[in-house]
């Protein structure tokens, strides 16, 4: 158990940056215990594919390259990861809270009998004493998510069993090179090792990918807009103050679920992780399951009608009116002084 292990997502050549995210707080980890900090990469033409993720701190890469891995598909790349982390015991191991992770996850943990803890928000290092026998662990994996609909925020340790296996979604995190420089060792695994003819009974004949048309991750402002923005029509002005700015549309879950705004622009707890410049939040009260994912704004201008709306607490400036109202007169003044 000497070890923080990274399973890397591959996606058109490049590691994902989910990845990456989850490299650099692995390697806070890693240095925090004492011990090093592997990536694992299955996939085909990954050859090089070390040179991405070695300034990222990234002690040992183990590299599986071969055709049979890639698409990815859930049962040949959960035979290597059980067999690898049986062998190597480590003592964490991270994945993304994507498509991938949440279906690859469950299996691992489950064929390892180690347990997961789904969506983390935070991943912190720390001491554990267990209520009951008053038994005391070191340096155990504090597995940090929002719980029961966001209400709370539950600490979660795992004090027997390894690895301590986590998911984290794409943003919350923040993604740092270390040092380009960086150099560790590259590792390689032969298929042939790891698999047999029942694993490969799925093959994906033909794969379509859709990419998304908003970039909320890429966007250095966002104009968001909540429940108290009333209608769809309303949202209209969004659109116009974005388009002034140079910004994006986000929405949070009670905007999309009334139908104002499109899923793929939620922000949130079940919605993209977003660290614009600046996020201006338009009729959002600002619940925790809200503020999750954009808590790390560098700036946040909130406008509502209530002066005692939840986010107000954590907004840098404050505007209490009508949007509506408000809206209008900010676009005409950034036309104004902008030209």
């Known amino acids: 158990m000497n070890s923080v292990f990274v ?3 591959i996606e058109d050549g490049a590691v994902a940056d989910v990845s990456l995210e989850l490299l650099t ?18 996939g085909h033409g990954v050859a090089g594919i070390e040179k991405q993720l070695f300034p990222y701190g990234t002690d040992v890469v183990w590299v599986g390259d071969d055709a049979r891995l890639a698409p990815y598909t859930t049962l040949p790349h959960a035979k290597v990861l059980v067999k690898l ?19 690859l996850g469950p299996r691992v943990s489950s064929a390892l009998h180690s ?29 940090i998510r929002p719980a029961f609909g966001g209400n709370i925020v539950a600490t979660i340790v795992n004090p027997d069993c390894r690895p301590q296996m986590a998911t984290v979604r794409e943003g919350v995190m923040r993604k740092e090179v270390l040092d380009p420089a960086y150099r560790g060792e ?14 490969l009974v799925v093959k994906v004949i033909e794969r379509h990918v859709e990419k998304s048309k908003v970039n909320l991750k890429g966007a250095s402002i966002i104009v ?34 009334a139908g104002f705004a499109e899923h793929e622009r939620q922000i949130g707890q079940t919605g993209t992780t977003v660290r614009p410049k600046l ?9 925790i399951q809200h503020t999750a994912g954009m808590e790390e704004s560098a700036i946040v201008i909130a406008i509502n009608t209530d002066p005692d709306a939840p986010i107000n607490k954590f907004a ?16 005409q003044y950034y036309k104004k002084n902008s030209k």
Do not use: W
Request: charged share 25%.
């Open 7 to 9: 399973y890397c997502e």
């Open 25 to 42: 707080k692995g390697r806070t980890l890693a240095s925090r215990l004492g011990v090093k900090l592997e990536a694992v990469v299955l």
């Open 85 to 103: 982390f049986g062998e190597e015991r480590p003592q964490v191991a991270l994945m993304g809270a994507t498509s991938v992770g949440r279906d």
């Open 115 to 143: 347990g997961l803890t789904a969506d983390c928000t935070s991943l912190e290092i720390g001491d554990y004493t267990e209520a009951k026998s008053k038994q005391e662990y070191k340096n155990l994996l504090y597995q």
């Open 186 to 199: 590259v590792k390689r695994l032969n298929a042939d090792e790891f698999l047999d003819d029942t694993d």
């Open 224 to 257: 968001s807009g909540g429940y108290g923005v009333g209608s769809k029509e309303n949202f209209a002005l969004l659109h116009e103050l974005a388009a002034v700015l140079g910004g994006e549309i986000g929405a949070s879950r009670a905007a999309v679920d």
């Open 279 to 287: 996020y201006v939040a338009c009729g959002i009260s600002g619940q």
């Open 316 to 331: 840098d400036y404050v505007i209490t009116g009508d949007l509506n109202v408000v809206i209008p007169k900010m676009i």
